[in-house]
């Protein structure tokens, strides 16, 4: 065997395991350089193999020079092996780096929206005046939201709320009046009845800034022996006072409403210009704020109250246009549209 030819094959193995060495990138890599240039069935164990070839006096040369370059290639892995763990919790390191100067995350605080807001404050002042609370389906049937409240079919006040009918006898209801009847039917025959009832509503109404197809109103019914009108016109003047100053003064101008005789629609004084006329109020210095009047005598009698014995009153206020009013907000539509900017107002200070 050439020994001269061995040394080179040696040399050759080390140059080549060297450059391999330094492709490795990852452990995977590196273990696999390890089983081929360090394992048994390397090449520099092949060439162990052939010692028994070589003649005797040279052996040991060879056997030396194998084993100089098995050292080298071990001490050039276990090298190779501390940087590449360095690398790696570097690497760790940067990417699970905190900036510990960094501000923190601001948490965002919660505020209730307007709407809510102006429904717990008439309801504060409602309950302050003896009221109790009731909810009812906004899923209606044709029945209460209409028949009962004496608007029956093909009757031409029904135009007034055309609405989403979900069947002939079904519809989402575009007013909280139902419940005058519901309420009276599971109270019937205790009085006095006295409640209000907040709840959203639907009509067939184009939106524009004062009118939304869903909005929200809340129901007022006092039913009980010898109940006025000037009961009426007293309540709504000191809901006006409490939620809108103690000067507010309030008008009821007669309308119409198939469940109430006399009905009334009820103005406040606007609240933007204090009466002497502007573009809010359209320079009339007064702005709609509900439809009220006394519990019509049919309706009374058809939910188990004798007219003859009881009376009563109702009316119906949009919550939507009461905020406007107090917050000075000029659309209606931004009361849906979650925009910040007008939302953050209404969160309290911390
Ligand atoms: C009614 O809905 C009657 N149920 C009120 C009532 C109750 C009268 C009890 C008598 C006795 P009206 O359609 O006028 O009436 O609506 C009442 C209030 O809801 C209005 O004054 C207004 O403030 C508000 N409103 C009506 N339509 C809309 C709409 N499309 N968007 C926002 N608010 C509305």
Redesign the pocket.
């Known amino acids: 065997m050439d020994v001269g030819a061995l040394e080179t094959t040696i040399l050759d193995i080390e140059r080549e395991a060297l450059g391999a060495l330094e492709q490795v990138a990852d452990r995977a890599a590196l273990e696999e350089w390890r089983v081929r240039y360090l394992g048994k069935k390397s090449p520099l164990s092949q060439v162990m193999r052939q010692l028994g070839s070589v003649a005797a006096e040279e052996r040991p040369r060879v056997g030396e020079a194998v084993n100089r370059c098995r050292d080298r290639l071990q001490t050039a892995w276990e090298t190779a092996k501390e940087a590449l763990s360095e690398r790696l919790l570097n690497e760790r390191l940067a990417s699970e780096r905190v900036d510990v100067t960094l501000p923190g995350r601001r948490r965002e605080r919660g505020a209730l929206h307007p709407l809510v807001r102006v429904m717990q404050e008439v309801e504060d002042i409602f309950l302050g005046m003896g009221f109790t609370i009731a909810e009812g389906p906004e899923v209606e049937t044709d029945e209460y939201n209409f028949e009962k409240l004496n608007l029956p079919k093909d009757h031409p006040a029904r135009d007034?709320?055309d609405t989403f009918y979900l069947t002939d006898a079904l519809l989402l209801r575009t007013?909280t009046?139902p419940m005058q009847v519901r309420t009276m039917e599971a109270m019937r025959p205790r009085v006095p009845v006295k409640v209000i009832v907040p709840g959203r509503v639907y009509?067939r109404?184009e939106d524009d800034a004062?009118?939304?197809?869903a909005?929200n109103?809340i129901?007022g019914l006092v039913v009980d022996e010898g109940i006025r009108m000037s009961d009426l016109k007293g309540v709504l003047e000191q809901f006006a006072r409490a939620m809108f100053g103690p000067d507010q003064a309030v008008r009821l101008r007669p309308s119409f409403?198939p469940?109430?005789e006399p009905?009334a629609e009820v103005d406040v004084r606007c609240i933007n210009c204090g009466g002497a006329g502007c573009r809010v109020c359209k320079d009339t210095g007064w702005i709609?704020?509900?439809?009220?009047?006394m519990v019509h005598p049919h309706v009374l009698d058809w939910a188990g109250y004798d007219h003859r014995r009881y009376s009563g009153f109702?009316?119906?206020?949009?919550v939507?246009?009461i905020a406007m009013l107090k917050y000075g907000i000029e659309d209606?539509r931004h009361l849906y549209q979650n925009d910040l900017r007008l939302l953050r107002q209404f969160a309290r200070p911390v």
């Open positions: 007034m709320q007013h009046s009509r109404d004062t009118h939304s197809h909005f109103q129901e409403f469940f109430t009905s709609e704020i509900l439809g009220a009047g109702a009316f119906g206020m949009g939507e246009r209606i």
